[in-house]
């Protein structure tokens, strides 16, 4: 009996967890405090720091089921999605890690136990072969001598990809940094299916599937290549869950396991289609993953970066909802069988449904008002298309006017075997390709990033000021041991009251200093368990191993410590009045004001906003006392502590309670009563993006700041309008109604004046073969007015052309009208075109009107004798 994809996942977890293993929860799809990736793409992610030495946790083995994205960057699995038997643009990788632990041994052993070991995954053993490093002969060794493969089952990879180490079996986290050679385990699935062993001319065929990758993570690779030894090796695997489903359910594809084949199913029920292997079904189940967790994760559909990627899997999607004949929006529908279909791994996406739901219909109502004009336009551009090739500027209209992005256009063509020009579609994309591409620029030299083994104690909950030690001084991010005034560095002490900005809260300010040494803290921030005090020696010499006082700037402090128990407040209010899907998707607490983003699909009403802010203000009269109480996070959830999804958690966590108003997971800093924040003022509420809404606040002394300058300015106004501050509003009202009737009668009168002008013009009409022509300078006329004597002007000669020009601040207003008997004769647009042309200006227009501007006003009178020349040979 074959397993479920959720049996083999817990599985997966269970054996490792059997094995020593902590069982740690897949990470956000958005990387955490990693300016390297675009998404969380395998793993391994979220124990970067780790194997690169910055964060030490209190395990040294791990197991997870991660979730991941490959959808943009040099990650990208779009293009081939629904098309292929195993691209997935999300998929669920299983991993075990090794943090300096056991090595090569344990990590072959484990991996071959659980595939083939009786009470777990029970495959044959004579389906399994393995790949190995060329020069990797201890993982040679453990395969033949202590697992028992046979040797011709044993395939070593050298550097097939062109350089040193490049290889399908040697892995590095970027072009410097922990990096190790790889073994890999492929599953045969049978002689019926075409295909060779890896290495082989025909390994790209679906014979042979590779379903685990056992990295031996032993070297540090150096910018200039060199290969040092790490001192800790260590493992990182990683499983597909898709893939090793596909195998223990007995079928080649990862599309007929059980997960999609709900997924599949629901699709076409909503849509209404009855064949079921249509690859169009897969695409959507596809991009339902990738989409409802991106944006669970806080991926919001936008025009760069994460956000745009999110758009073009999304639209990618309604496409071919649209090719399977859905007359109306079904994406979002699908939320709902993910949730069932994800099952105990839905659990975080489950609680945000209903902002999920909404986020993707708003998308996709959005897109599908051009979806149809878009798709028009490209069939008429392929049924007249001379060749296989469309034009680069044809799909650059369809990105631009339509949305469209390069791989939709690409599979509409596909489908009809047409190519793209792809080179001519990236010139035309100039600066909208640049911006789209700016997430994907991420690089690190590893090799340059602080490594650190020191913990920081943080002091800072009781304390402002402390007698520390300094344990690590760096320069450019490189350790010395000494530095002289002036000098920029990153200081690590042993102990500090310096809060390192997380959690939204921005870094302390201060200073650190002892005998004839002062040096000024311009920030703090965080380097795995250490604290690096950013700043400048201003005086005297420091080295590691001195002591020094350290001194928080306490005015700063306090208002920060005001503006982040605001934010507390501010979030239980929003979820109270506006309601339980209200989740924080950003936050920002600095000393002069607080920062929250938070889901909602609406503007807030005038009623709303004076309903938060009187709500908050409440809850700081009644001086609520703020406690603070460390708990396990499972503990803490338990009593209704709300979680950032995708912030990274220790195992004991800061739960603050404000009453029985606010309970959260915060490390921050608070005052110690409710009261202490004073007063808590909105400054300003916004949409930063589809479903999202961002409030800026301030408090303290700060917001009654705000309400004097309020006052103050409300006073004056009162005196101009000599009122007082409570009847303004009505006197303003009154003024921009007597303003609007002026304007109206000085409209009235600027167009009877047009009218007595164009009389008068009527007297400067030339006869040109029974043709009227007047070209003129006129005075004192607004250039939208042109429009209107030109038509007053053709109205009454029945015949002819008519050239205006005016000069309105420095600048030349050009129009001319042509009646419709002598469009093909003489066009407007060509006329004002060249007329336009000889002043320094462009235009055009249509044949029978168009307009121009000029900035050459000294060679306009000899333009304008010019171009009535023109005119007349034209009509002769």
């Known amino acids: 009996m074959s397993k479920s994809t959720a049996e083999i996942r817990q599985m997966f977890l269970d054996f490792f967890h059997a094995k020593g293993h902590e069982v740690v929860p897949s990470s956000s799809l958005v990387p955490h405090n990693d300016p390297t990736l675009l998404f969380t793409n395998a793993g391994m992610n979220q124990f970067k720091d780790v194997f690169l030495g910055q964060d030490k946790r209190n395990y040294t083995r791990a197991t997870t089921s991660q979730r991941c994205v490959r959808a943009g960057g040099k990650h990208n699995d779009l293009d081939n999605v629904g098309y292929t038997a195993r691209h997935h643009t999300f998929f669920e990788m299983l991993g075990n890690f090794s943090f300096g632990d056991y090595f090569k041994h344990d990590a072959i052993r484990f991996a071959w136990e659980l595939l083939t070991g009786e009470g777990w995954f029970n495959l044959p053993k004579e389906k399994l072969l393995v790949t190995v490093y060329a020069t990797d002969d201890e993982a040679y060794d453990i395969w033949a001598n202590e697992i028992g493969i046979p040797r011709e089952r044993i395939v070593r990879i050298g550097d097939n990809k062109g350089a040193p180490y490049a290889s399908d079996n040697f892995w590095q986290m970027g072009d410097t940094g922990p990096c190790g050679p790889c073994t890999e385990i492929f599953y045969d699935h049978g002689a019926h299916i075409w295909g060779g062993p890896p290495g082989s001319a025909e390994e790209d065929g679906d014979r042979f599937i590779e379903i685990w990758n056992i990295v031996f993570m032993q070297f540090n690779r150096q910018q200039d290549g060199t290969m040092l030894p790490l001192p800790k090796p260590s493992v990182d695997t990683g499983m597909g869950l898709e893939r090793v489903s596909a195998v223990l359910q007995h079928v080649n594809a990862n599309y007929d396991i059980d997960l999609f084949k709900q997924l599949i199913e629901a699709t076409a029920e909503i849509i209404q289609v009855q064949d079921l292997t249509n690859k169009s079904l897969r695409v959507i189940a596809d991009h339902i993953r990738s989409c409802a967790y991106l944006i669970a994760d806080g991926v919001i559909p936008s025009n760069e970066g994460r956000g745009y990627v999110l758009r073009r899997i999304i639209r990618r999607a309604v496409r071919h909802g649209h090719m399977l004949g859905a007359k109306d929006i079904f994406f979002y529908k699908l939320v709902q069988p993910l949730i069932d279909a994800m099952q105990s791994a839905a659990s975080d996406l489950a609680k945000q449904k209903t902002f999920v739901e909404n986020t993707l219909k708003t998308e996709e109502e959005q897109f599908l008002k051009t979806l149809e004009r878009g798709l028009a336009l490209l069939d008429q551009e392929l049924e007249k298309l001379d060749g296989t090739v469309l034009s680069g500027e044809v799909a650059f209209k369809l990105y631009d006017t339509y949305g469209f992005p390069l791989d939709l256009t690409?599979?509409?063509?596909?489908?009809?075997?047409?190519?793209?020009?792809?080179?001519?579609?990236?010139k035309a994309m100039d600066a909208q390709r640049q911006r789209a591409r700016e997430a994907n620029n991420f690089s690190v030299d590893y090799s340059k990033v602080i490594k650190l083994d020191e913990v920081t104690e943080f002091t800072g909950y009781n304390e402002i000021n402390a007698e520390s030690q300094v344990?690590?001084?760096?320069?450019?991010?490189?350790?010395?041991?000494?530095?002289?005034?002036?000098?920029?560095?990153?200081?690590?002490?042993?102990?500090?009251?310096?809060?390192?900005?997380?959690?939204?809260?921005?870094?302390?300010?201060?200073?650190?200093?002892?005998?004839?040494?002062?040096f000024d803290i311009v920030d703090t921030q965080k380097y795995g368990q250490s604290i690096g005090h950013i700043g400048t020696l201003q005086q005297g010499s420091l080295k590691v191993g001195d002591s020094v006082s350290t001194l928080v700037d306490a005015e700063i402090r306090e208002r920060i410590k005001l503006n982040h128990s605001a934010t507390h407040l501010l979030q239980a209010a929003l979820q109270k009045i506006l309601g339980s899907h209200v989740h924080q998707k950003g936050s920002l607490v600095t000393a002069d004001s607080l920062r929250f983003d938070f889901s909602h699909h609406e503007a807030l009403t005038s009623e709303q906003f004076m309903q938060i802010e009187n709500l908050v203000n409440k809850q700081i009269r009644r001086n609520l006392a703020v406690d603070v109480a460390v708990m396990a996070l499972d503990e803490a959830k338990q009593k209704g502590a709300m979680a950032l999804f995708g912030e990274k958690y220790d195992d004991q966590v800061r739960v603050l309670t404000m009453g029985d108003f606010s309970i959260e997971l915060c490390g921050g800093t608070h005052v110690s009563r409710t009261g202490d924040i004073g007063l808590f003022k909105i400054a300003s509420e916004s949409g930063i993006a589809a479903g999202v809404r961002r409030i800026e606040a301030i408090t303290g002394q700060v917001a009654i700041n705000a309400m004097h300058r309020d006052v103050s300015q409300l006073s004056q106004a009162a005196q101009l309008f000599k009122s007082d501050r409570y009847s303004v509003v009505d006197k303003i009202a009154l003024l921009m109604e007597q303003t609007k009737q002026f304007e109206k009668t000085i409209q009235q009168l600027k167009e009877q004046q047009a009218g007595l002008t164009s009389s008068q013009l009527l007297n400067n009409i030339e006869n040109v073969n029974g043709k009227a022509v007047l070209v003129a300078k006129i005075e004192g006329v607004e250039a939208k007015l042109l429009r209107t004597m030109i038509d007053d002007i053709k109205n009454q000669i029945k015949s002819g052309v008519v050239i205006l020009a005016t000069i309105n601040e420095d600048r030349i207003n050009l129009a001319g009208g042509v009646t419709k008997d002598l469009v093909d004769i003489v066009k407007a647009g060509d006329i004002i075109s060249i007329l336009a042309q000889s002043v320094g200006g462009k235009g055009g227009g249509r044949a029978d009107f168009a307009q121009a501007g000029g900035v050459d006003i000294q060679a306009l009178p000899q333009a304008l004798l010019n171009i009535n020349e023109i005119i007349k040979q034209r009509l002769m």
């Not at 005034?485 to 650190?512: M, W």
């Open 410 to 426: 690409a599979d509409v063509c596909r489908e009809r075997n047409i190519s793209i020009d792809e080179t001519g579609f990236e």
């Open 471 to 518: 344990v690590a001084i760096f320069e450019d991010g490189v350790a010395v041991e000494q530095i002289t005034s002036p000098s920029n560095a990153i200081i690590i002490l042993n102990k500090t009251p310096f809060y390192g900005e997380s959690g939204g809260q921005v870094g302390d300010k201060g200073q650190l200093s002892s005998q004839g040494v002062v």
